[in-house]
């Protein structure tokens, strides 16, 4: 059974768009959504966790402007 915590992807460029989409909108875009999703009670913080985490990694590696990179 896929969830939209499984489905989402933080790397994915028409994901985010899609995030911004919920956001502005407060509906995912047509079509994004596979049939038969599941949405977990605590589904939207864990994008969110999903995106801070790929957020954070990038910082990381210095791919955030203006933000230099780190060694953990």
């Known amino acids: 059974?896929?969830?939209?915590?499984?489905?989402?992807?933080?790397?994915?460029?028409?994901?985010?768009?899609?995030?911004v989409h919920l956001q502005?909108?407060?509906?995912?875009?047509?079509g994004f959504i596979p049939e038969d999703m599941k949405f977990p009670s605590f589904?939207?913080?864990?994008?969110?966790?999903?995106?801070a985490d790929a957020w954070i990694e990038q910082v990381k590696a210095g791919h955030i402007f203006g933000v230099p990179g780190w060694d953990q």
């Not at 059974?1 to 995030?19: E, G, S, V």
């Open 1 to 19: 059974m896929l969830t939209i915590i499984d489905f989402f992807n933080p790397y994915c460029l028409d994901h985010i768009k899609a995030y």
């Open 24 to 30: 502005t909108h407060g509906s995912w875009p047509e």
């Open 43 to 51: 589904w939207h913080a864990a994008i969110a966790s999903k995106m």
